[in-house]
């Protein structure tokens, strides 16, 4: 009964989203597509197409050109589901992205 629920509150949410879209003025599609960094938390399984337990990720470091990245676990964690073709190692970090309230990544080793 959850999954139902849960399912026919993200239809909700995607049409209302949809609604607001519509009735934007034009040439104002909203804010773009949510976007975050993350790290593989825990893979499990053989299975590349499913979804994975990742954990959120700050970014740092000095922006120069060539200076390194610094990344720092937040502690924050979720799921999302890998498009690529290939299992993901622990630790890998990917950028994911929100489209239709889920969250994706796509990892092709």
């Known amino acids: 009964m ?3 629920w849960d399912e026919a509150a993200r239809l909700r ?7 607001d879209d519509a009735a934007a ?5 909203g804010l773009g597509v949510p976007c975050v960094v993350a790290s593989v938390y825990h893979a499990t ?4 197409g499913a979804f994975y337990t990742m954990e959120l990720q700050d970014v740092s470091g000095s922006e ?3 200076a390194s990245g610094v990344f720092t676990a937040t502690g924050l ?3 999302a589901l890998n498009l690529g073709s290939v299992q993901p190692p622990n630790n890998t970090k990917v ?3 929100r489209g239709d309230y889920r969250w994706v990544f796509r990892y092709d080793g």
């Open 13 to 19: 949410r995607r049409q209302a989203g949809l609604d």
């Open 25 to 29: 003025p034009e040439g104002r599609s």
């Open 95 to 97: 950028a994911c992205q």
């Open 77 to 79: 964690r979720f799921k």
């Open 2 to 4: 959850d999954d139902n």
């Open 64 to 66: 120069t050109e060539g």
């Open 45 to 48: 399984g053989s299975t590349a």
